[in-house]
Nanobody, 125 residues
Framework: QVQLAESGGGSVQAGGSLRLSCGASGFVISESCMAWFRQVPGKEREGVASIHNLFGGTYYVDSVRGRFTISQDNANNTVHLKMNDLKPEDTAMYYC??????????????????WGQGTQVTVSS
């Protein structure tokens, strides 16, 4: 049974940093495409970053490229999202997810079948 559990969210001031973690069980992350998404109430869920360790690929939405880094800790079956230089527009609920079909690069919500419960990130100006 696949389980995903996010942690590491919180409240920071603009320019600050946070590191989100997603603990996975029921599958091996090193053989999978994992992604981070975020959602603001009233808006669609947005892909932020994805990683497919087997093919050495990481992908980012333009608004976070250069500030966020996605990585995998295979020994602990955990995916991280390090977020630097946070901006108020980064405020959202952040979710990790496991790709079930499709291409890791595109980060389409409908391609992901397993989701964590989310962790809130709030950035104040």
């Amino acid at each position: 049974q696949v389980q995903l559990a996010e942690s590491g969210g919180g409240s920071v001031q603009a320019g600050g940093s946070l590191r989100l973690s997603c603990g996975a069980s029921g599958f091996v992350i090193s053989e999978s495409c994992m992604a981070w998404f975020r959602q603001v109430p009233g808006k669609e869920r947005e892909g932020v970053a994805s990683i497919h360790n087997l093919f050495g690929g990481t992908y980012y939405v333009d608004s976070v490229r250069g500030r966020f880094t996605i990585s995998q800790d295979n020994a602990n079956n955990t995916v991280h999202l390090k977020m630097n230089d946070l901006k108020p527009e980064d405020t959202a609920m952040y979710y990790c997810a496991l790709l079930q079909r499709g291409n890791c690069f595109f980060m389409r919500v409908t391609d992901y079948g397993d989701w964590g419960q989310g962790t809130q990130v709030t950035v104040s100006s």
